[in-house]
């Protein structure tokens, strides 16, 4: 079965402290796997994606197949990375809808 | 340009009542899903759409939910006789295609509340 399991619901630091959200999936294929945040009153927008290895708002996220997991990372968290974060893996085929976890609620404090 | 817009943002509705959900995807945007959230969950997907045709509806949980995007655009969820457990956000999302490339841009979804 696909499914996407993020093991913590929150997730509480200090500004500059290094932060990771744990994503762990289970699919049989090759996944393609996302990080979605929601700011509070704001909608749900995509941060990353494992395709375009890149960094946003520094950020990154690395699939390791082996482990089967998509981790989301930030040496030297900020404030304003308080947030939901959903970690989330497309279905293949051509439809394309996505598989979300729970969610993990990260608290930045000063 | 405007981003998926949905309506009403909430919803208070008698347990039997019928409710009609709206959302207007981005302009062009030729794929349409629905998603359900349910509080402290992530979303689950319901329905997809490609231009007109409905190409899945397996997350639809019962006969109850009832989709339909006649022109290809603006799309509504429909839902009969409201049960409790119907309470959730009920987020649209689209995107220009499906496929690896195309990312899904969410609306601010509609709070349904059944009483």
Redesign the interface.
């Known amino acids: 079965a696909q499914r996407v399991t993020q093991p913590e619901k929150l997730l509480s630091v200090f500004k500059g402290a290094p932060v990771e959200l744990k994503c762990n999936y289970s699919y049989s294929g090759s996944p393609e796997l996302f990080w979605y945040v929601q700011y509070s009153r704001q909608r749900l927008q995509l941060l990353l994606r494992h395709i375009s290895r890149e960094s946003i708002k520094g950020f990154t996220a690395d699939l390791n197949k082996g482990e089967t997991s998509f981790h989301l990372k930030k040496p030297f968290a900020q404030e304003e990375d308080s947030a939901m974060y959903y970690c989330a893996l497309k279905r293949g085929g051509s439809q394309g809808n996505l598989i979300f976890g729970k969610g993990t609620k990260l608290s930045v404090k000063p | 340009g405007a ?2 817009s949905q309506s009403p943002r909430y919803k208070v509705a008698k347990r039997g009542q019928d409710v009609a959900l709206r959302c207007d995807p981005i302009s062009g945007h030729v ?1 349409l ?1 629905w ?1 359900q959230q349910a509080l ?6 319901l329905t ?1 759409f490609q231009n007109e045709a409905q ?2 509806k397996s ?1 639809l949980p019962s006969d109850r939910f009832f989709a339909e995007r006649p022109e290809g655009s603006v799309s509504t969820l429909k839902i009969q006789r409201t049960q409790q457990e119907d309470s959730a956000v009920y ?1 649209c999302a689209s ?1 220009l295609r ?3 490339a ?3 841009y ?4 509609t709070r349904l509340t059944v009483t």
């Open positions: 981003g998926v794929s899903f998603y402290g969950q992530g979303p689950e997907f997809y190409l899945d997350g987020l995107s499906t496929g690896r195309y990312e899904q969410f609306g601010p979804g």
